[in-house]
């Protein structure tokens, strides 16, 4: 069991740490999956030698893996929607940048606004990366002045929307 910390160096420290060792199969959460992958020849390797991959979350679009994930679209669209029947009209998000799943959570936000008729503004959405964690106090103002005019917020997952409520309880 490796942890990445979504960090490519340490990623392909571990594939060849792996490459040495015997292994039945891996179980992969791609470091960083919206971005291309310099590690991915190691991946491919591992392929050519018999050791099944299955990704979990996401997958690398050029790694040809199975993926067992959360279907981030509609899971998008759904959150919007919700947002949607309880009156709010002036919808954003927080979003991650780098990993594939915001950028899906993000075409199921803006499908939904869409089919709302809502007008959507670019504004509204804050996207971050890996490196921007834990968020300081700096970055959560800059937050706040990003959703400042929205009514609902989607984030990216539970730990974003706590910081994202505890910016707003202390403004």
């Known amino acids: 069991l490796f942890s990445t910390g979504n960090s490519v160096a340490k990623e392909r420290a571990f594939l060849k740490a792996l490459s040495t060792k015997e292994i039945d199969g891996l179980i992969l959460e791609p470091t960083k999956s919206a971005l291309p992958n310099p590690n991915l020849s190691l991946y491919q390797k591992m ?4 050791i099944p991959i299955v990704c979990i979350n996401a997958g690398y679009p050029a790694l040809d893996a199975p993926i067992v994930a959360l279907d981030d679209q509609p899971a998008g669209k ?3 929607k919700a947002l949607i029947e309880k009156g709010h009209t002036e919808i954003g998000a927080v979003l991650k940048a780098d990993d594939l799943q915001g950028h899906e959570r993000y075409a199921g936000i803006m499908e939904a606004m869409y089919d709302a008729g809502l007008k959507t503004n670019d504004d509204n959405f804050y996207w971050y990366t890996t490196e921007d964690l ?7 103002q800059v937050i706040i002045e990003r959703i400042k005019n929205c009514t ?7 730990n974003i929307a706590v910081q994202i409520m505890t910016y707003l309880d202390e403004a």
């Open 134 to 140: 834990p968020f300081s106090k700096e970055e959560g």
């Open 78 to 80: 759904l959150a919007t």
């Open 47 to 50: 392929q050519e030698h018999g």
């Open 152 to 158: 609902g917020i989607v984030s990216y997952n539970d």
